[in-house]
């Protein structure tokens, strides 16, 4: 009897790892992370050269600006984060901070399935998300690589809104973007 391709009614099989062990911490987080990932979208719609355009004027920059932002979130996310890390090998301290600093936040915020619990209270995800910037930031700032940081931050924060203002959004774009901001209606023809 084969049973390939059948999903398991049970999830004590023998080789499963007990609930609570750091072997089940592992597989729910790279669960968890792929989940996260799945979120980016190919860097190759991100990048393609035919879909880059001069707006017509302000309010459509705006426009494509809002979308982009919303369908290319993880994408721009993972620039940034590549630029302030590209900025920071020559500055060991400042590199070793800011990698501690990620794992903090892999553990504390984005792979964590329980709500946190500090001295018996339940921390929101709101707290534990304005701590976690204002320590990254704080941490990051002392280390010595203030304008480096900063000067990063800037430069990956103008690549992105410069990408997200010329690049045209696919016209299926307005149903995700909901996720994110509540779409403004369309101005009445005069």
């Known amino acids: ?13 023998p ?24 979120t980016r979208r190919p860097w190759r719609e991100l990048g393609d050269p035919g879909a880059l355009a001069v707006p017509r004027g302000l309010g459509d ?18 620039v940034v984060l590549a630029v302030v890390f590209l900025s920071l090998i020559f500055h060991p301290f400042s590199l070793l901070v800011f990698l501690a600093c ?27 998300l304005a701590v976690l910037s204002a320590l990254t930031l704080v941490l990051l700032l002392l280390t010595g690589a203030t304008a480096n940081i900063l000067t990063s931050l800037l430069v990956g924060l103008v690549l992105v809104l410069l990408h997200a203002m010329i690049h045209r959004p696919a016209e299926n774009i307005d149903e995700e973007a909901g996720r994110w901001y509540t779409p403004a209606p369309p101005p009445p023809p005069y």
């Open 15 to 38: 080789d499963a790892p007990p609930p609570g062990s750091s072997l089940d911490f592992i597989s729910r987080a790279k669960a968890r992370g792929a989940t996260a990932l799945a």
């Open 102 to 128: 990620m794992v903090a936040w892999l553990f504390l915020y984005f792979l964590r399935d329980v709500p946190l619990a500090l001295f018996g209270r339940t921390v929101g995800d709101g707290v534990v």
């Open 61 to 78: 920059a705006y426009l494509r600006a809002r979308a982009n932002l919303a369908h290319f979130a993880m994408n721009y996310a993972i």
């Open 1 to 13: 009897m084969s049973k390939y391709g059948t999903i398991p009614t049970s999830s004590s099989s």
